[in-house]
């Protein structure tokens, strides 16, 4: 018998098995980590004025199988962290349903971090920022388990304390991306990074935003109302493209491509704004897929 799970041993990886299945459908989310890797790799080039004939190659396969499973590990540690609120609003959720421990979830968390840390092994600046981000995210939720810091009501306060996680996984690529370049780093990566990260502002604020939230439900909404989360929802993409048309090295016909993943955006606002209840839910992904996509292309067409 497993004394932390008062069941047998054996029954531990059906457990996690379930949990992928039900939290991180593994084709989905495969195409998501192959996008953000190959993406954001590309917006690297795009952006970089010293980067040439940039295709992505073997390191860039590797980070996008690292993402692959760093965000199957993200995904454990957010299920811990929102475990109560997804008993209220989700109770399917394969923690909130008991199908998966915590304790399940923390072995699945330790044994993929010796994995990553195996697959990057030859590459010690691109392991040391993953790892950084590794334990900086587990040390967010073992804070707020144990002390219950920050408030996950506090929804402006979390996003602040959980920003480091991504921002670190952004650098883990852009270091793949300097090892590959060989040169070292410069403002152009900054930029590069600064957009992504408002890219991703889009996905989280308007995935949230409903005109009647229902009693303690999480929503930006509840301290800057509704007109102003999606004027903020709106604003966050147009500054992440803009980032990207000032700062591109592409051909400006192929520049042209960092606003087409505006139109997923400008298309749900007007169902919103149409007197729906809730943001389109399709529609953010759709967008932060799409910016991957217009990134990687981008990345291609360099000279």
């Known amino acids: 018998m497993d004394p932390a799970d008062g069941g047998p041993v054996s029954g531990r990886p059906a457990r996690i098995g379930r949990f992928v299945r039900g939290a991180y459908p593994p084709l989905p989310s495969l195409l998501f ?29 590797l980070a996008a199988l690292s993402l692959l499973i760093d965000l199957l590990l993200m995904r454990a540690l957010d299920d811990i962290r929102d475990l109560d609120y997804d008993r209220r609003f989700a109770p399917g959720r394969p923690l909130a349903a008991g199908v998966v421990r915590i304790g399940d979830l923390a072995v699945l968390y330790a044994t993929g971090t010796a994995v990553l840390a195996a697959l990057n092994a030859a590459r010690p600046w691109p392991l040391a920022l993953l790892l950084a981000q590794l334990g900086y995210a587990a040390a967010v939720v073992a804070v707020h388990h144990r002390w219950g810091r920050p408030p996950a009501d506090r929804l402006w306060l979390s996003l602040l304390v959980s920003l480091p996680a991504p921002v670190l996984l952004h650098l883990y690529l852009y ?15 900054a930029l590069a990074v600064a957009a992504v990260v408002l890219a991703a502002g889009h996905l989280e604020l308007a995935r949230k935003i409903t005109r009647r939230p229902r009693p303690g439900e999480r929503t930006y909404v509840r301290t800057l109302g509704v007109a102003g989360t999606t004027a903020l929802a709106l604003t966050v993409p147009v500054l992440s493209a803009a980032l990207v048309l000032g700062a591109s090295q ?21 169902t919103f704004l149409r007197g729906r209840t809730r ?25």
């Open 33 to 61: 980590a192959v996008a953000w890797a190959y993406g954001v790799t590309g917006l690297f080039a795009a952006l970089d004025p010293a980067a040439e004939d940039w295709r992505p190659g073997a390191g860039t396969a």
């Open 279 to 303: 943001w389109p839910p399709a529609a953010p992904p759709l967008y932060l897929l799409l910016s991957f996509a217009s990134y990687l292309a981008l990345g291609l067409t360099t000279r």
């Open 175 to 189: 270091a793949g991306y300097l090892d590959a370049a060989g040169h070292g780093a410069d403002r152009y990566g």
């Open 250 to 270: 592409a051909p400006p016909a192929w520049t042209a491509l960092a606003v087409v993943p505006l139109a997923p955006a400008a298309l749900a606002a007007r």
